[in-house]
């Protein structure tokens, strides 16, 4: 369920109604996209459980930068749409970012020796995701205004 939605005001029901399987279509679309996305820029960045994973974090930070972005955009271009968000926010954006890989990503660089490394990685990847939804706000509100 979105948290977004409040379900006991109508007309935020809308992703509801009439039938779900538009929405999951759209979010199944959008969510090999976006993991098919990332794959491509993971493989083609790797990196050693010892150095620091960029790929990872630049998915994260600009996936973030996205998804501020696109919520101002739903809300100023696109507020009726009942697609757009779950085709490119859930689907898209989440298949493309991978806090989940930061994670484990941290968790090798403990194992392998490297917590700091680790720890620095996490408040980077947690800095630079706030950061950057922020910023995408920010500019998208500027661009529309």
């Known amino acids: ?5 409040d379900l006991h005001v109508p ?3 809308v992703e ?3 039938s779900p399987y538009p929405v999951l279509g759209a979010i ?4 090999a996209i976006g993991a098919l996305a990332r794959y ?3 493989i083609a960045w790797p990196h050693q459980p010892t150095g620091f994973p960029w790929a990872t974090w630049t998915i994260n930070v600009s996936g973030s930068f996205l998804v501020g972005v696109l919520m101002v955009m739903i809300a100023h271009r696109f507020p009726d749409s009942r697609l757009v968000r779950p085709f490119f926010g859930v689907g898209i954006l989440g298949g493309f970012t991978t806090f989940s890989t930061a994670i484990v990503d941290v968790q090798q660089a403990a194992a392998h020796g490297r917590p700091g490394l680790g720890m620095l990685y996490l ?9 950057a939804v922020a910023a995408g706000s920010t500019a998208a509100g500027a661009v529309l205004r």
Do not use: F, H, I, K
């Open 28 to 31: 199944s679309a959008g969510g």
């Open 40 to 42: 491509g820029l993971s």
């Open 123 to 131: 408040g980077g990847t947690l800095v630079g995701a706030l950061l």
């Open 1 to 5: 369920m979105d948290p977004d939605v």
């Open 11 to 13: 007309a935020e029901r």
């Open 16 to 18: 509801l109604s009439p």
